[in-house]
């Protein structure tokens, strides 16, 4: 079974730090990595599709890299902003379907 | 209007009662998964359907029916409701291994 796990649980930082969310994943044989972002309450929002033949896409200030042969894909969020404050999931698709890690919280501190 | 869509978003019912949660998508994407999310356990997929009249069982399908007879709608079906099934459920869609697009998701107390 494919298993995603995401380091931290939780992450305080304050306003226009950079910071980096880690994702690990057991297969590397995935087609492909998706960054989400959910706020309390609400729906997944996606953020970034990286797929398995690609090693990184950028959205604003949001940059996914992707590392297949370490099972690594890292979230990085550059100078973050309160609004950022949300949790963060990551999910691998392999073998038709989508497998989560428990998500990061982060909280950016006015 | 585009996009998916779930309803009811929330739902109280009783114990033994047959609960169906319905969720449509405009984009004629061919997947279509059913998730639900629970403090400690995260996301865990219920069912998933690759196409009209194909699913296949998630991590947790027990207790659960699932339904594809039109590409746009995946109804899922609580025969006999729980305690343990309250949860928030999530349906969402992709084109197969392409970007997955969530439903702003059902909230469902079991009483």
């Known amino acids: 079974k494919q298993e995603v796990t995401q380091i931290p649980a939780a992450l305080s930082v304050p306003e226009g730090e950079n910071l980096v969310l880690n994702c690990s994943f057991t297969?590397?044989?995935?087609?492909?990595l998706q960054w989400f972002r959910q706020d309390p309450g609400k729906g997944l929002t996606s953020l970034l599709l990286?797929?398995?033949?690609?090693r990184e896409q950028t959205s604003g200030r949001l940059n996914a890299s992707l590392d297949k042969s370490s099972g690594r894909s890292t979230l990085y969020i550059a100078a973050s902003q309160p609004g950022d404050s949300a949790t963060y999931l990551c999910a691998d698709y392999n073998f038709n379907k989508f497998y989560f890690g428990s998500g990061t919280k982060l909280n950016v501190k006015p | 209007d585009a996009g998916i869509t779930q309803s009811p978003r929330y739902k109280i019912t009783e114990t033994g009662r047959q609960v169906t949660l319905m969720c449509h998508q405009t984009?004629?994407?061919?997947?279509m998964f059913w998730y639900r999310q629970d403090l400690g356990h995260g996301l865990r997929l219920i069912y998933y359907s690759a196409a009209a009249d194909i699913t296949d069982k998630g991590e947790v399908p027990d207790g659960y029916v699932v339904s594809r007879s039109k590409t746009e709608n995946f109804p899922l079906t609580l025969e006999s409701a729980t305690r343990s099934q309250t949860s928030v459920y999530f349906c969402a869609s992709s084109l197969r291994s392409n970007e997955q697009f969530f439903g702003p998701g059902t909230r469902l107390t079991v009483l």
């Open positions: 297969d590397s044989a995935i087609y492909n």
């Open positions: 984009w004629s994407h061919s997947y």
């Open positions: 990286i797929q398995s033949s690609q």
